[in-house]
């Protein structure tokens, strides 16, 4: 393993730890779609096609910086998103089920916006344009807000 020495490198590591994860959702996201309810479901209809977009704006960072897309897994995101299947497995269809959903969702989208954040404060420290980072950022605390009010309704339904 490589050490990371430099502003530039740690932003790189942390731009493509989001890219993976935004690749994690991309993957997964139909496998829990499948397992949630319609409410969920529509979240998903919603974020997954934002997602992707988000990767194409970090793919873009990372090869600006002449740095290669591919980096280690992001072992976090990915193991939120075992989670949300390990509750989609073991969790009864309905309320309870998407609760579940919508805990494991948020904790991953929090994870994600304390990370665009990171990258966002080197970018800005090292002069590379961070408009895009912005963005994914607050794409994401929006998603982390309707994920907030999606729970409100799905504990509501619960018995």
Known sequence: MTKTHTAEQLL????????????????RGAELR??????VAAFLDDDLPRSAAQRERLVELIEA???AV????????????????RDIA??????????????????????????????LAL??????????????????AAADAKLAELLVVTVGETV
């Open 12 to 27: 790189i590591v942390a731009l493509q730890d989001l890219a993976d994860a935004e690749l994690a959702w991309s993957e």
């Open 34 to 39: 499948e397992g949630s309810g319609p409410r």
């Open 65 to 67: 910086l002449q740095a």
């Open 70 to 85: 591919a980096g280690d897994a992001n072992i976090w995101l990915r193991a939120i998103l075992d989670d949300a299947a």
């Open 90 to 119: 073991s969790t009864a269809a309905g309320p309870l089920r998407d609760t579940a959903l919508v805990g494991a969702f948020r904790k991953g989208k929090q994870a994600e916006r304390v990370s665009y954040e990171t990258a």
């Open 123 to 140: 970018a800005e420290r090292i002069g590379v344009e961070s408009a895009g980072l912005r963005r994914c950022r607050d794409e994401e």
